[in-house]
């Protein structure tokens, strides 16, 4: 079932306890997905993160043949990653962020003048035509995204990463003290991402991403160590990381 917005996504989830969804949480070029992140944080111990995923994303230009260009609508992740073509090829045209790139061919279908970053097999879908295909060089275009349910994960194999939501007290030093068992017991983070909390100025909490699972000795002697120094800490899951998908 598509979704409007991320949010729709978790909502759904949330109210379905079988159901699963699947949200962006980082791009190559436009970097995190923030709107997951901040998700995940405010739904932690109700949300769980099932697995990660990453695809190598096919972008194309749709729009009508023989039309000048006004308008290019696309998610903001495909705008910035296609910037300097965009610049090159289309300098004129009014560069609209909206949803998702399915809503950008939508958008770009109701105008003659409009065309859309998106998938290409959207053009079929909407009435468009493949105009181009951007080139960026060498440079990769990849998504990751999680799949996300209500229940955690039950996951043993190798390969797996365990993701993390903590509240640190807010005084010199507590992230510096936060991070020492992970050096110490040498559990590598592969992502931190610090976000505000609402309505709590210069407040912040952490979403974590480490390599490995509280089973092992030395992810489950850190976590212990770091859970100690922390004002709150919550686990999204242990879960697997996947092969890398072709779009």
């Known amino acids: ?3 409007p917005t991320i949010e729709a996504v978790f909502d759904r989830v949330l109210g379905s306890a079988k159901g699963l969804g699947i949200v962006p949480i980082e791009n190559s070029s436009g970097g995190t997905v923030y709107d997951s992140v901040d998700l995940l944080i405010r739904h932690a111990g109700r949300v769980f993160i099932r697995e990660e995923l990453a695809m190598d994303v096919r972008i194309a230009l749709l729009g009508r043949a023989g039309k000048a260009i006004t308008t290019v609508f696309s998610h903001f992740v495909q705008i910035k990653h296609h910037a300097d ?3 090159a ?5 009014h560069l609209r962020a909206v949803a998702s790139t399915a809503l950008a061919a939508k958008k770009a279908a109701a105008s003659k003048t409009a065309a859309a970053l998106a998938s290409p097999g959207a053009a079929e879908v909407y009435g468009l035509e493949v105009l181009e295909m951007p080139s960026v060089g060498r440079s990769a275009n ?3 995204f999680f799949t996300i349910g209500t229940e955690a994960p039950d996951f043993h194999d190798e390969g797996k990463k365990t993701a993390l939501v903590a509240a ?3 005084v010199c030093g507590s992230l510096h003290r936060f991070l020492g068992p992970f050096a110490r017991q040498k559990v590598n983070l592969s992502r931190i991402v610090s976000r505000p909390v609402p309505g709590h100025p210069q407040t912040y909490v952490f979403f974590l991403e480490i390599d490995g699972s509280p089973e092992t000795p030395a992810v489950g ?3 212990r160590r770091a ?3 922390a004002e709150s800490m919550t686990s999204l899951g242990t879960y697997p990381v996947r092969r890398r998908f072709k779009s």
Request: hydrophobic letters at 40%.
């Open 89 to 93: 090829r289309h300098p004129r045209a």
């Open 85 to 87: 073509w965009l610049k």
């Open 1 to 3: 079932m598509p979704c």
């Open 227 to 229: 859970g100690a120094l």
């Open 142 to 144: 990849v998504t990751h």
């Open 168 to 170: 640190l007290p807010n």
């Open 221 to 223: 002697k850190t976590l």
